[in-house]
């Protein structure tokens, strides 16, 4: 089972982007009640957290990416979304969101904690 991602694509650094992730209309319990989250990897690095946003709607934001990115979701459209704003190279990365059964953010901060994920979306912000 995967989600669905896409949104992605080639920016200039101060542009927007919006990344919307979809689970899969006859996996419903994929996505509600759990947690889901986006992450993200630059080449040659690990997978960063960059915000999870749980079932009560409680989100959290790496530091990175404080007061540039949202992270919204719509439980009757089975979709998160990831709305970036202010974009620099640094936030270039393949960004993949998941779906966690936990809504304790110390767990939400481990992959391993996410039992299903999407196949990624490229995000490259131009200089």
């Known amino acids: 089972v995967q989600l669905q991602a896409s949104g992605g694509g080639a920016v200039q650094a101060g542009g927007s982007l919006r990344l919307t992730c979809t689970a899969p209309?006859?996996?419903?319990?994929?996505?509600?009640?759990?947690?889901m989250a986006w992450y993200r990897q630059a080449p040659g690095t690990q997978r960063e957290l960059v915000a999870p946003?749980?079932?009560?709607?409680?989100?959290n934001y790496a530091d990175s990416v404080k007061g540039r990115f949202t992270i919204t979701r719509n439980n009757s459209r089975k979709t998160v979304y990831l709305q970036m704003n202010d974009l620099g190279p640094e936030d270039t990365a393949v960004y993949y969101c998941?779906?966690?059964?936990?809504?304790?953010?110390?767990?939400?901060?481990?992959?391993?904690?996410?039992?299903?994920w999407g196949q990624g979306t490229l995000v490259t912000v131009s200089s």
């Open positions: 998941a779906s966690s059964p936990s809504i304790i953010y110390s767990q939400l901060r481990v992959p391993s904690s996410y039992y299903y």
């Open positions: 209309r006859t996996i419903f319990s994929v996505f509600a009640p759990k947690s």
């Open positions: 946003i749980t079932s009560n709607f409680e989100t």
